[in-house]
């Protein structure tokens, strides 16, 4: 297996994993849950963005045909939406866990619907998920598969790849907005004790 195969093999799968933490979070009923398992999504897309930003520095500072270079080459697509989970899901998701550590306290303490709510919030899970996404077709080219214009292959995979992204996309809402009914227009006072918690809720 070619070098920078592996690099981007190892990239993907922190993104994917990344992903799947994302897409679980609201299913979590209890306070102390959402917290780790926030923790383990914080953590997950810090070292996914770090590491496609310090591969695609490398590349851009290397002049040489290097396996760094080469899995640069295949990460431009990546950056974008990289960016987007270090300028929205990163400060999310320390929210959320910040308001999740109210509540902790106890290991069965139920996880407020403005919690999972806020979990389940489009910009929470779809820019780790379409990051995650974006490394398909980079991992496709290493793997030696043609992805240029004039075999058609490119149109339909344009087309396809949009149709996911807009299906997470509307997954995402539905099911914030189904939680987001579901939290009482004036908490108890568990929500209302704490300025910093309320402020939390509404990330």
Known sequence: MDGHLIVLLSIAAVWLAAGVVADGLPRLDRARALRRRGGWLLALSVAGVGLTMTVLAAGLISAGDTVVDRAAGQLLLVAVPALAVLAWTVRRVRRLRAGAGAFAAAPETPAPYGLRASAAHPLVGLPVQVTALATVPGLLRAAGLDLSAD??????????????????????????NRLAERTLPTGGPALAASPAVVGSLHV
Do not use: P
Not at 153 to 176: K, N, Q, W
């Open 151 to 176: 075999n058609g292959f490119t149109g339909v995979a344009l087309t396809l790849g949009g149709l996911v992204v807009l299906a997470i996309g509307v997954r995402h809402g539905l099911r914030h």
